[in-house]
């Protein structure tokens, strides 16, 4: 049955038919098959949220028990709603999940606790958890993760411009924090008060011993969950001034209160603080400025090109540039990238060394050509890489968020208990 077919039934026939659907298959009876939730032409029932609440103890190392399972309860069964709502856009778009896909992250999540995957499977049945509900979790998270891969990364674009925003930032040697994260979307305004509680109940099981990383990988829609929701070490001027002074008010290792954004609410917890980085940059640049539109009975495109094609260095381009009509040449050494304006400062912070910009106007109407030619401190070209990648992944997280919300408005959903 389609989606488009649930969205022209009635909430009372829809509810019916898999109810009905449920009972002749033979599964209909008994509390372990009770219908906690319905999700379009699937369900949730007690037996998957009571498994899946048995995994998150045993991933969060607390100990079993009514008041722990009943602190995570709400927040696995919104993740089990979630979690159907991704199998299903992944069905509609013919995205599929191998077998040898699923064993592979098992063999990760074995090796990263110093076992082997039988082993694994017996810790698994120890604790009352069927090894096929574990499975079941993955093959929702690689999904979900191959749809957002093909659907959405192609609309992620990262500008120069926000790269060295970041790396100047960086740079500039200020404070830094670091941080791990946890975030809960909001999908819907009438959501928000029973978000915020599964919040708090995710920050009360953290201060009851329950471990940050592992709840993150559980519950986060965050990118960073993949990491236990570490960020590592950002620039303090990033961060809003009021989470700013939240998280200096906090201990290393403490967490704060659930913090409301525009998307959802989040937790964070403060790995440590730094007053000063070690990351101050210092640039060496050439940087040629030409006052008229022309150099030398060329356009300044042309000698542009030209120049570029004959100097791999600063030595070089001073060779060529010197002595032309027009063009006024200056070498800038040790200079904080604080000091340039605008797209000079762009330049600085992401042209690779020895490759000439393209023509750069400048605030007081002229043409400008920069040559970087090298950097000492600061960021250096792996760090450079993880701003990107954290820009792009920050960028992926809106864009996911956003579509499962659309994902939640257009589908039936029905819960026959209270959420908490």
Do not use: H
């Amino acid at each position: 049955m389609t989606r488009r077919l649930w969205s022209r039934l009635p909430a009372t026939l829809a509810a019916a038919v898999v109810t009905v659907a449920l009972a002749v298959a033979g599964v209909g009876e008994g509390r372990a098959q009770q219908i906690i939730a319905i999700v379009n032409d699937d369900v949730v029932t007690d037996r998957d949220v009571r498994q899946r609440v048995r995994l998150a103890l045993l991933a969060t190392g607390q100990q079993p028990g009514e008041e722990a399972a009943a602190r995570l309860r709400p927040q696995v069964l919104r993740s089990l709603v979630d979690e159907r709502l991704q199998l299903q856009e992944a069905e509609r778009l013919n995205v599929t999940v191998a077998e040898a896909d699923i064993d592979r992250a098992l063999e990760r999540i074995a090796a990263n606790n110093d076992a082997a995957v039988e082993q694994l499977t017996a810790s698994l049945g120890r604790a009352g958890v069927d090894s096929a509900t574990l499975r079941r979790q993955l093959r929702g998270q690689l999904a979900w993760r191959q749809v957002v891969q093909r659907q959405l990364m192609p609309r992620v674009v990262v500008s120069d411009v926000q790269i060295a925003q970041r790396l100047q930032e960086i740079n500039a040697g200020r404070p830094e924090l670091r941080l791990a994260e946890i975030f809960l979307p909001v999908y819907d305004p009438a959501e928000e008060r029973r978000v915020l509680q599964d919040a708090l109940r995710l920050r009360e099981a953290i201060t009851g011993g329950a471990d940050f990383a592992a709840l993150a990988r559980q519950f986060s829609a965050a990118p960073s969950a993949q990491r236990g929701g570490d960020l590592g070490w950002i620039p303090a001027t990033s961060v809003p001034e009021e989470l700013r002074q939240l998280i200096r008010g906090l201990s290393d290792g403490a967490v704060s209160r659930p913090v409301r954004t525009q998307d959802g609410f989040y937790l964070f917890r403060r790995l440590g603080v730094r007053e000063e980085s070690d990351s101050r940059l210092a640039i060496s640049l050439m940087r040629l400025d030409i006052a008229d539109a022309r150099v030398g009975g060329d356009s300044v495109v042309g000698f542009a090109g030209e120049a570029r094609a004959r100097s791999a260095s600063c030595d070089q381009l001073g060779e060529v540039a010197g002595g032309v009509d027009g063009v006024t040449v200056e070498r800038l050494d040790g200079v904080d990238p604080d000091r340039l304006e605008g797209q000079v400062a762009t330049v600085a912070l992401t042209q690779p060394v020895g490759v000439l910009s393209e023509p750069l106007r400048t605030a007081d109407g002229t043409t400008a050509l920069v040559m970087v030619c090298g950097r000492e401190g600061g960021a250096g070209p792996e760090q450079r890489a993880q701003v990107e990648e954290r820009l792009r992944g920050e960028a992926l997280e809106r864009l996911a968020t956003r579509y499962l919300r659309n994902l939640r408005r257009d589908a039936f959903i029905e819960f026959r208990l209270e959420q908490g």
